[in-house]
């Protein structure tokens, strides 16, 4: 009987169309040998460090990408801020001059608008002494300093007569 067991399992290895044997089917694959494994295992490795590599190489791009656009975002923001700072003292400057408020006033103008501006520099104005003495003529001598006429007249001295009374002309 074994005969024909053994026949008939060759015949169906042979002829290739007969059904395999099921302990063969079942059967778990055998082991594999160390230097399969290694090598396997290496390449997996491999790919590990480098999929790690390429991961951190564009994190740093990002972080490089986003860096400069922050820079560019500060940049963007400081020169915003020198441009209003140029404007606001351009508007000070033109409110000044219609004004006629002496330049070294100019910075204590506060607003931010024309109209604003205008009315801070109505109230400096109102503060600042615009009383300005009336010129006098030519001709007309200068007060002493105890706000009385000159008693020596100068104009009508000859010059031996100032040298002579050249104190009293110092101290009128």
């Given at each position: 009987?074994?005969?024909?067991?053994?026949?008939?399992?060759?015949?169906?290895?042979?002829?290739?169309?007969g059904e395999?044997?099921?302990s063969q089917q079942k059967q778990e694959p055998g082991?594999?040998?160390?230097?399969?494994f290694a090598e396997v295992n290496n390449r997996a490795k491999n790919a590990e460090t480098e999929l790690a590599k390429l991961q951190n190489a564009q994190k740093q791009q990002r972080d490089r990408e986003l860096a400069d656009q922050n820079k560019f975002k500060e940049l963007y923001e400081q020169r915003e801020q020198e441009l209003n700072a140029e404007r606001a003292k351009s508007l000070r400057l033109e409110v000044a001059a219609r004004k006629g408020i002496p330049t070294d006033l100019i910075d204590r103008l506060r607003g931010s608008t024309a109209e604003e501006l205008e009315q801070d520099a109505d109230t400096l104005l109102s503060f600042i002494n615009t009383k300005t003495e009336t010129p006098r003529g030519p001709g007309v001598?200068?007060?002493?300093?105890?706000?009385?006429a000159p008693a020596?007249?100068?104009e009508t001295m000859s010059p031996e007569e100032i040298r002579q009374n050249k104190h009293k002309l110092w101290n009128q």
């Amino acid at each position: 009987m074994s005969e024909k067991t053994e026949n008939t399992s060759t015949d169906n290895q042979a002829t290739g169309t007969g059904e395999a044997p099921q302990s063969q089917q079942k059967q778990e694959p055998g082991p594999v040998p160390y230097e399969r494994f290694a090598e396997v295992n290496n390449r997996a490795k491999n790919a590990e460090t480098e999929l790690a590599k390429l991961q951190n190489a564009q994190k740093q791009q990002r972080d490089r990408e986003l860096a400069d656009q922050n820079k560019f975002k500060e940049l963007y923001e400081q020169r915003e801020q020198e441009l209003n700072a140029e404007r606001a003292k351009s508007l000070r400057l033109e409110v000044a001059a219609r004004k006629g408020i002496p330049t070294d006033l100019i910075d204590r103008l506060r607003g931010s608008t024309a109209e604003e501006l205008e009315q801070d520099a109505d109230t400096l104005l109102s503060f600042i002494n615009t009383k300005t003495e009336t010129p006098r003529g030519p001709g007309v001598p200068p007060k002493t300093k105890d706000g009385k006429a000159p008693a020596l007249n100068i104009e009508t001295m000859s010059p031996e007569e100032i040298r002579q009374n050249k104190h009293k002309l110092w101290n009128q």
